[in-house]
């Protein structure tokens, strides 16, 4: 029997499409049991709908941990949205199908609480354990807020993008940080979290330590000490001459000196004279109080019997 090569190749492409739709049809058909999860555990009778199609793909969630199926704590997309029966199902007589029982979206109507315990019931405990009492969950901020789950790239935390999320409330510093004296958050050396915990702290602030001075002492580890003479701001807060976010003088400072120095050191000897060439020589040369206080930090040499002044 000879085979007509040319009516072979005339309907080779018709037969291959006719299989590729038929098993498609079954992948995708009415019945559960056909279709396949494609992501997450019992994820098919929600990836029959949304996929890499929508405006926000939600099959990228296998490139995040939530979506590796090796690790046994892996929720499913009912572990976050509910069981959403009559979402997956809509009932007879409804024109438009009901929101999943718990909604993420910008305009949600399922109440903040509700959509953050989703996120607590895995993510509760270590550095969240503080949460109940932050000011973020008293204000109402949900994690998907700040976070987005359904992407492999989350921008908070990327230290490269964090600030951009954090500044979209934080407008003050938005603007601090970009005053000519400022840590280099915008360089990308220096993210928000690396001073703050957004989900909460023991301490105030919202710092990543106890207290501000512990949170700059990770850093400036030369300042802490011990000294013979330490000044009293330095152990008390880094913020009362220091504007940690940015400013227009130099090394963060609230106020150039000797401005800066005058707001505590009333008069007493030349501390809180007004600076002027004729009539003060201390401030002759610059005006400034750290021409001689240079260690101002903290010295273990007090210039006089009583240990006033920081010098060298």
């Not at 009415?30 to 709908?49: I, M, P, S, Y």
């Not at 601090?176 to 360089?187: A, D, F, G, L, T």
Request: aromatic fraction near 4%; hydrophobic fraction near 25%; proline fraction near 6%.
């Amino acid at each position: 029997m000879k085979i007509d090569l040319r009516s072979v190749r005339r309907w080779m492409p018709a037969a291959l499409l006719s299989i590729a739709l038929l098993g498609g049809a079954n992948a995708w058909g009415a019945d559960d049991g056909e279709r396949k999860d494609l992501v997450l555990t019992g994820d098919k009778v929600c990836t029959r709908c949304h996929d890499e199609t929508e405006a926000y793909p939600v099959l990228a969630i296998g490139k995040t941990k939530h979506g590796t199926v090796a690790d046994e704590r892996t929720p499913t997309c009912t572990s976050c949205h509910g069981e959403s029966p009559t979402h997956i199902n809509k009932p007879e007589g409804v024109s438009e199908r009901p929101s999943p029982d718990v909604n993420y979206v910008k305009d949600s109507k399922t109440p903040v609480e509700k959509r953050n315990q989703a996120c607590l019931n895995c993510h509760q405990g270590g550095k969240r354990i503080h949460w109940q009492t932050n000011l973020h969950a008293a204000r109402d901020v949900a994690c998907t807020s700040c976070h987005q789950v359904h992407t492999q790239h989350d921008k908070v935390r990327d230290k490269q993008t964090q600030p951009e999320v954090c500044f979209a409330c934080h407008k003050e510093q938005r603007a601090q940080v970009n005053r000519p004296s400022h840590h280099p958050i915008k360089e990308g050396k220096v993210a928000c979290s690396d001073c703050h915990n957004p989900h909460g702290t023991a301490g105030e602030k919202m710092m990543v330590r106890d207290s501000v001075v512990e949170t700059c002492y990770t850093c400036h580890m030369e300042k802490r000490g011990p000294f013979v003479r330490s000044h009293q701001p330095v152990t008390e807060d880094c913020t009362i001459c220091h504007n940690p976010h940015g400013t227009v003088n130099d090394n963060l400072l609230k106020q150039r000196a000797p401005f800066l120095c005058q707001q505590c050191h009333e008069p007493s000897t030349h501390q809180g004279t007004v600076p002027t060439v004729e009539g003060n020589s201390a401030f002759a040369v610059g005006r400034g109080c750290v021409n001689c206080h240079t260690q101002i930090h903290g010295s273990n040499n007090p210039s006089t019997a009583d240990g006033r002044g920081l010098r060298r």
